[in-house]
């Protein structure tokens, strides 16, 4: 997102952001006013500087549904993953109580 500096109606200076970041087009947002010219620009610098660190991490609620969905995603993924290996286990146990059955029943007759 990207800030700029305009002239308030009173006199202050506002800080808003660029036209093409409005969520609605017909509503300007602003961030903040100051009295004067020099220290919004300040302010709309250290706003635009990608150094800049704010000491924040931001997450939208778009990247945390996603996060979410993906943390879902993989639980069900490794459930899968664990009941198809208990299939396996049970299967390969069945087949080896069905041969020791036959190599028994071979054995007796």
């Known amino acids: ?28 947002v602003m961030y903040s ?16 500087d990608p150094k800049y660190d704010f000491g924040v991490n931001y997450v939208t609620v778009k990247q945390a549904r996603e996060a979410e969905r993906k943390k879902k995603a993989e639980a069900r993924e490794a459930e899968k993953q ?8 049970k299967k390969a146990e069945r087949a080896a109580k069905k041969a020791e059955r036959e190599k ?6």
Request: proline residues 2%; contains cysteine.
């Open 1 to 28: 997102m990207k800030w700029e500096v305009k002239e308030l109606d009173d006199g202050r200076w506002g800080i808003f952001l660029c036209k093409k970041y409005w969520k609605f087009k017909d509503k300007p």
């Open 33 to 48: 006013a100051a009295v004067n010219k020099e220290s919004a620009e300040r302010r709309v610098n250290r706003l635009n």
């Open 82 to 89: 664990r009941k198809a290996a208990e299939r396996a286990a």
């Open 104 to 109: 028994k029943k071979h054995a007796d007759s």
